[in-house]
């Protein structure tokens, strides 16, 4: 799975998750901060539902580190962060 199809995947999870009540989603888009779409229930769903695709895809995706919620480093700043970390967890492994 390439990072393209990774990150359609985040951003139609994250989609379904506001059921439709989204202004346009990018690879921008903040996930942690004060500028989110999702609070913190949402966030703890997209975490679950990369974990599923990450064992349909043979790894253990880990979100849990010290830095993950950081605004200025962690992998939940942005969509393109969570992707990049995903896609990185998932080459590590393989």
Do not use: H, P, Y
């Amino acid at each position: 799975m390439d990072k393209a199809v990774v990150k359609k995947k985040i951003i139609s999870l994250i989609e379904g998750l506001l059921e439709g009540n989204t202004e346009e989603i990018t690879g921008d888009t903040q996930l942690v901060g004060g500028n989110t779409m999702l609070d913190s229930m949402k966030l703890v769903e997209v975490c679950l539902e990369l974990e599923d695709l990450a064992e349909e895809n043979g790894f253990e995706f880990d979100w849990t580190s010290e830095t993950a919620m950081s605004k200025s480093r962690g992998m939940f700043r942005t969509i393109d962060a969570l992707t990049n970390e995903f896609v990185n967890q998932m080459r590590s492994e393989s």
